[in-house]
């Protein structure tokens, strides 16, 4: 499970109630979690994410079974040119849509991922990459994107309780 790491430090505003408040956040956080799993979670499979996302190189015996196909060569998805995909498994249950669980304090989106991808493999018995951090990686530029998502609904959020309090 990723953990969106960024920190945004805004102040409550002295006419929204703390509940306001707090469901302000969760609004900001919720889209935050939404962006995430449908814009920057497909980007990992596209065609040039092992530069953007700095993939872990594979290695060339790696390389070679792939583009061979292995046993089988119907199992190998998009001729073997995406890191992350080698029989399509991974793709399919990490673009699975999962709905965000957010708090006031933070987000937590769920990847359903195949067993055998860890967050911190074990070197000594297998010669893996650490695809765990591979899909959960943020580039800065989606760390900006999302902070300003943040702001936007919480604005929202705040605008709609401002609105209540008026009627």
Do not use: C
């Amino acid at each position: 499970m990723p953990k969106l790491a960024f920190q945004i430090t805004t102040d409550q505003p002295a006419d929204i109630s703390a509940r306001g408040w707090r469901r302000a956040l969760v609004a900001g956080w919720f889209a935050v979690g939404v962006y995430h799993d449908e814009v920057v979670q497909p980007r990992k499979f596209e065609p040039g994410a092992e530069q953007r996302y700095q993939y872990q190189a594979r290695s060339k015996k790696y390389l070679e079974r792939k583009q061979r196909g292995g046993e089988a060569t119907w199992k190998i998805k998009d001729g073997g040119r995406t890191p992350l995909v080698y029989s399509g498994v991974t793709r399919t249950r990490t673009l699975a849509r999962q709905l965000p669980r957010a708090f006031p304090t933070r987000v937590w989106v769920d990847i359903p991922t195949p067993p055998y991808i860890q967050m911190r493999p074990d070197r000594r018995r297998w010669n893996m990459p650490a695809m765990g951090v591979e899909l959960t990686s943020v580039t800065p530029d989606e760390i900006r994107e999302m902070e300003k998502i943040f702001i936007a609904a919480v604005e929202a959020q705040l605008n709609k309780e401002r609105e209540a309090r008026r009627l």
